[in-house]
């Protein structure tokens, strides 16, 4: 396999918004993924890609960001439905107890989200744990680090060095939470709206995390930089629309010309 494509979601809602696809076109992605025999890949998986082991033509990774609610009430039943699977970067510090919510519940747009995250009431928009638990259990998702509680730490008035330590003990403590609840904690890690620094990847690599996704429109090459792993940004389009951006981004020399037009 030449390149390896990394999709990025965030929310699967009816209810429109920011970063948000619809359950019908979320269906009519994965749709197009199972007619068109994509594999979708889990983490263990892109470690083999990144070290040079052969993967099958048609492969990929559907990313999803934050760990909102509507994430199991409408992508998980969907994922399920076409047997594919994806991975799921959780900020930890909003993910609550409780057992878990049928499909009748609520799901608001994106900013309905930040404002009542921000307000304390997080449970009302984000995952509990028991959905994580059943979600993984039924192999829909895998989930990992997008730190504890997704900072943009150098909005805060800090210093550059201030700032490292803050995210050190950000990914950390996401560490620590995913362990205490799921039992494991991989490598891998999500950066917050895409921002690192130098002094963060560093951080990350102390605590253990050697596979980096950013939002950056990269392609990633079985010899490229796995702590800079490159991300497609998914749309309200139709499910071709989707093919054909998988098209160029498993192709190296696609990619290349596709950026160097845009760039025109």
Known sequence: MKALPVLMYHHVSPSPGLVTIAPQTFRAHMAALARGGWKTLGTA????????????????????????????????????????????????????????????????????????????????????????????????????SHTHTHTRWDKQGLSSQACAVAMEEDIQRSRESLMRHLGHCSSHLCWPQGFYTDDYIAAARRQGF????????????????????????????????????????????????YALLRGA
Request: hydrophobic residues 35%; proline residues 6%; negative net charge.
């Open 45 to 144: 998986e892109v470690e083999r890609f990144f070290a040079g082991e052969a993967l099958p033509e048609k492969s990929l990774v559907i990313s999803f960001d934050d760990g909102y609610l509507d994430n199991f009430i409408h992508a998980h039943p969907i994922l399920q439905e076409y047997g594919l699977h994806g991975v799921l970067f959780l900020a930890t510090a909003w993910l609550g107890e409780g057992n878990p919510r049928d499909n009748q519940v609520e799901c608001p747009n994106h900013g309905r989200c930040k404002e009542l995250i921000a307000a304390g009431r997080a449970d009302e928009v984000a995952l509990r744990w028991s959905e994580v638990q059943a979600m993984e259990a039924a192999g829909t998702f895998e989930f990992h």
């Open 210 to 257: 050697e596979y980096l996704y950013t939002t950056e429109k990269r392609t990633n090459l079985p010899q490229g930089n796995p702590l800079k792993i490159g991300r497609v940004v998914t749309k309200e389009r139709p499910g071709p629309w989707l093919t054909r951006r998988l098209r160029i981004y498993s192709s190296p020399g696609l990619s290349s010309l």
